[in-house]
């Protein structure tokens, strides 16, 4: 039987050039926030944007940050 991995090889040198997970959790969730306004407008669309807005924010709030000696 076969399992999946997978390499975060990638994902890894994008984070130490952008912003740090904790950083990105922020933004997103602000942005999530921000589509508020348009509820009454799009309310399936906002919630599902939202939602998927809090499934990687939940993800990028596991990552845990450290600092080493190099």
């Not at 890894?12 to 904790?22: H, L, R």
């Not at 933004?27 to 926030?33: E, M």
């Amino acid at each position: 039987m076969k399992t999946t991995v997978y390499d975060f090889s990638e994902a890894i040198k994008q984070a130490n050039t952008w912003y740090k997970p904790s950083e990105l959790s922020e933004i997103l969730k602000d942005a999530a926030l921000h589509l508020a306004h348009l509820v009454q407008s799009y309310p399936e669309a906002v919630c599902t944007v939202q939602c998927a807005i809090k499934s990687v924010c939940d993800f990028l709030d596991t990552i845990k940050e450290m600092e080493v000696e190099q």
